[in-house]
């Protein structure tokens, strides 16, 4: 019976993940129709996509405590529908402070979504004693997959926001909320073979490399999912539809790299996939910065995702098993919280200063930015640990705790 609980709540999880990449994609990949739509200027453009992360990062802190009362699953059912029911306002409205007002309720709903699918992922993981992250943020990269190929529809046959948005919000709001009833985290429990990163605690000195590397991973995601578009539209002369396509793409490699990363960090060790998508990385963004045209400029944001792919769910891991070595698991729901702080981070400083180096500069010279500190991410790949992240390999029965 725990067993069963354990793959429902791995399945229902897993569809919370879908959700949200589809949710996230339709808002990112319109950005252009939305500062259409709102009348929004290229310079005001920066300060509204940097107040989402800013609210997001408010309530990933608010949510520490909220989940220490109530636990994580409860958080996750919550706060799903409001970011579905906020992206159908934004498409809904026509004055600046309804797109204001929508986009405000984005970012402290996504917050508390983020961090509490996290603490979900990585006790899950905990409790099947193997790496199974990376399959969470890879049925999110579906997701995402899903939603840009939903926006490039709406934008190939020129539909209204809210008239793209509407089906896509009636038909996932009923899918999260049935979903949510089989919610499930992990027992507390003893560490299993493999969880030993080197020891520590969750103290911030302990987990400021890990910090500094969500930073810099997000600072790309960033400037992908709010200036690729853009970024073809306007340096490299695509037409709107076809700047709906680089996120798509660099969503599907981004779903190759995390389905098969499970089993490259259990051969090889986080150390070295985080290395290796670092590096790929830094090669998609020096692409897109030469391109000569769309379909290179489209290459370049490919390869992104398969570098960036790895980096972020492995973050989270190595966050968690540090905090649950050292003081428990209250501590890893603790660390999950803090450390996704770091993800509003990287998108506060990522849009803004691509956008502010774009109008000062160029937006070529401007993607070198992430290219540096992606790569600066090599440095500290020794803080997810140098053994092979092995995770027990199944011996141990899994232990589950119903938060449904």
Known sequence: MTDARLRRGRGSLAISFFVQGVTFALLVTRIPAIQDRYGISDGLLPVFLAAVP???????????????????????RWSQPLVLLALLGVGAGSRMW??????????????????????????????????????????????GIAGASLAWMGAHWDLPLFVS?????????????????????????????????????????????????????????????????KYLQDVLGSSEELATVPYNAY?????????????????????????????????GFATVALAPGVWVGMAGFTVLGLGLSVIVPQTFAAAARQAFERHGPGASDAAVARLNVFNYVGFLIGS?????????????GAMLVPMVLVLVTVAYATSFGSQRARYGGGHERPRTVDVG
């Open 54 to 76: 800013i609210l997001a990062g408010v309530a990933s802190v608010a949510t520490e405590r909220a989940v220490a009362r109530v636990g994580p699953g409860v958080v996750l």
């Open 98 to 143: 309804q797109a204001a007002l929508a986009l405000g309720v984005f970012g402290l709903a996504v917050g508390a979504l983020d961090a509490s699918m996290n603490m979900l992922g990585v006790s899950l993981q905990r409790a099947y004693g193997r790496s199974i992250m990376l399959g969470f943020h890879a049925a999110y990269s579906l997701g």
């Open 165 to 229: 948005y509407l089906p896509v919000v009636a038909v996932l709001l009923p899918v999260a909320l049935v979903g949510s009833r089989w919610y499930a985290a992990g027992e507390p429990g003893p560490l299993v073979e493999g969880d030993r990163a080197g020891g520590g605690g969750v103290g911030f000195k302990l987990l400021l490399p890990l910090c500094l590397v969500m930073t810099f991973a997000y600072i790309g995601d960033s400037t992908v999912s709010n200036w690729s578009a």
């Open 251 to 283: 969503m599907v490699t981004t779903l190759l790299g995390r389905s098969v990363g499970d089993f490259g960090v259990r051969r090889l060790g986080a150390a070295m996939v985080v290395r290796g998508g670092a590096v790929l990385a830094a090669l």
């Open 352 to 364: 803004p200063l691509v956008g502010a180096l774009g109008d000062a500069w160029s937006y070529r």
